[in-house]
């Protein structure tokens, strides 16, 4: 299923080579969901031979379910094989429910949490979205009228809530100076 290095890389007993052979998979996988949810399915079921803790296990797995998103059909399937797989191995330091609970917001069987978490899902994805999308706006406007930005400009805009982001691209208009920029986000910073 998995081809490469990320086959060398599943089979190792270090817990961050399951993670790059997730990432790499991923890559390999782009296309082809079907062999996707396959090789998730791998990568899961080493976390359980390989002896994890419970904590290893639900960190381990929030950034291989992170690399390897799956459609919906695909998902549900994969989330049955593991309720099974679990009942079946009698794991009893992790449940599925419990992991699928913390990591996606959803229970296992009940439409309106699938369509609240999906709704919540949402909301959350437009909102990052909008602010990097202000982030890198505002940080080319002010590329673009004082040159290069040190690194704490940079860090102290990027950190800066949406509301702060679109007062500071008004400000742009006046602000004269790089100087007078960075008076304004130590106010602006100090202000919050």
Do not use: C
């Amino acid at each position: 299923m998995i081809r490469g290095h990320s086959r060398k890389l599943e089979t190792s007993d270090n817990p961050i080579a399951l993670v790059i052979a997730a990432h790499l998979t991923a890559q390999e996988t782009r296309g082809d969901m079907d062999l996707r949810a396959k090789s998730k399915w791998q990568l899961t079921r080493r976390l359980y031979e390989r002896g994890y803790d419970r904590k290893q296990i639900l960190e381990l797995f929030r950034l291989i379910d992170w690399f390897l998103v799956l459609p919906e059909t695909l998902e549900l399937e994969y989330r049955q094989q593991l309720v099974t797989f679990e009942m079946e191995s009698s794991m009893p330091h992790i449940t599925s429910i419990e992991r699928l609970g913390r990591h996606e917001g959803l229970l296992e069987g009940r439409q309106e949490g699938r369509q609240e978490g999906r709704q919540e899902g949402r909301q959350e994805g437009r909102q990052e979205g909008r602010q990097e999308e202000a982030v890198n706006l505002v940080l080319r406007l002010a590329r673009k009228r004082f040159g290069l930005l040190s690194l704490e400009t940079e860090a102290t805009m990027r950190v800066l809530a949406l509301n702060r982001l679109e007062q500071l691209s008004e400000a742009l208009l006046d602000l004269r100076t790089l100087s007078e920029l960075e008076t304004w986000l130590q106010t602006e910073t100090a202000d919050s």
